[in-house]
Every structure is written in structure tokens, then in C-alpha cells.
């Protein structure tokens, strides 16, 4: 049994598109996930462009991004936003992760602490938003 595990760069240059064109239909915010992260509502379009490849090595990780998606959506009506928001922090507590890793093991177990003490400034710091929406 075999598989291969595929993320937003596997979209090649159709995903920010895809993702731009998939919001605008459904009327929702959409987050694709690999090497950069690309999330839409159909207007704006942001790129994260941080994390580890550690993150797509480790199962489990597309439902803990989940969950944080869900904490920062609680919080505020901007959908989009709550989405940014949630893979900069997911992302950036992934690289820190990684640091003090030596495989996928111990990665998990260093992202959940990562996550837990995520600082304001260690955001400000690796934390990498940009609007990408074509004009």
C-alpha cells in the first residue's frame, strides 16, 4: 500500500487560482496547505510562506491546524483573517519546532509545546503574511 502525501505546491502556479476561484464559488474562505500556504475569500488572496517540511511528515497535522483555525475564528467575524492568522501561527510554531527535532517523532511532540508557548515577539519575528491578490 503506498501513497503519496500532496500539498498547495502540488497545484504548481494553478493554486492560487484555484484557491481564488474555489472561494468565489462556494462563498467561503478556502486554505490550501503544503510548502507555502495559500488562503482566499475570493477577493484576497495571502501567502504564508513559512513552516517546516516536518509539517506534512507528521499526521496529525492537518486536524491541529484545524482546531487552531477554529480557536482564531472564534474570536473575530473576519473569516480570512482568522485563517491567516491560524496557519502564521501553526507555521511559525512549526519552525520552531524543528529546531529541536530529530525526525517526525519528537517533532510532534516539540509542536505541541511550540504552539503552547508561542510568543507575541516570535511572531512578529518569523511570522511571514503577504497579500498576493492579482490586481
Same mark, same amino acid.
Not at 503519496?4 to 502556479?13: H, P, R, Y
Not at 480557536?71 to 524543528?98: H, K, Q
Given at each position: 500500500?503506498?501513497?503519496?502525501? =500532496?500539498?498547495? !505546491?502540488? %497545484?504548481?502556479?494553478?493554486?492560487? !487560482?484555484?484557491?481564488?476561484?474555489?472561494?468565489?464559488?462556494?462563498?467561503? *474562505?478556502?486554505?490550501?496547505?503544503?510548502?507555502? !500556504? =495559500? =488562503?482566499?475569500?475570493?477577493?484576497?488572496? *495571502?501567502?504564508?510562506?513559512?513552516?517546516?517540511?516536518?509539517?506534512?511528515? *507528521?499526521?496529525?497535522?492537518?486536524?491541529?491546524? $484545524? $482546531?487552531?483555525?477554529?480557536?482564531?475564528?472564534?474570536?473575530? !467575524?473576519?473569516?480570512?483573517?482568522? @485563517?491567516? %492568522? %491560524?496557519?502564521?501561527?501553526?507555521?511559525? %510554531?512549526?519552525?520552531? @519546532?524543528?529546531?529541536? $527535532?530529530?525526525?517526525?517523532?519528537?517533532?510532534?511532540?516539540?509542536?505541541?509545546?511550540?504552539?503552547?508557548?508561542?510568543?507575541?515577539?516570535?511572531? *512578529?519575528?518569523?511570522? $511571514? @503574511?503577504?497579500? =498576493?491578490?492579482?490586481?
Amino acid at each position: 500500500m503506498g501513497g503519496k502525501v =500532496i500539498g498547495v !505546491d502540488s %497545484a504548481g502556479s494553478g493554486g492560487f !487560482d484555484a484557491a481564488t476561484e474555489f472561494a468565489k464559488t462556494t462563498g467561503t *474562505v478556502v486554505a490550501m496547505t503544503g510548502k507555502e !500556504d =495559500i =488562503i482566499s475569500d475570493g477577493k484576497t488572496t *495571502v501567502l504564508v510562506n513559512s513552516g517546516h517540511e516536518l509539517l506534512g511528515m *507528521v499526521s496529525g497535522t492537518g486536524c491541529m491546524v $484545524s $482546531s487552531v483555525t477554529g480557536c482564531c475564528a472564534a474570536v473575530t !467575524d473576519n473569516m480570512l483573517m482568522a @485563517a491567516v %492568522a %491560524a496557519l502564521t501561527v501553526f507555521t511559525t %510554531a512549526g519552525e520552531l @519546532a524543528a529546531k529541536n $527535532s530529530l525526525g517526525p517523532g519528537t517533532f510532534k511532540q516539540n509542536l505541541m509545546d511550540a504552539l503552547q508557548n508561542l510568543t507575541r515577539q516570535e511572531l *512578529v519575528i518569523r511570522g $511571514s @503574511a503577504k497579500d =498576493i491578490t492579482k490586481m
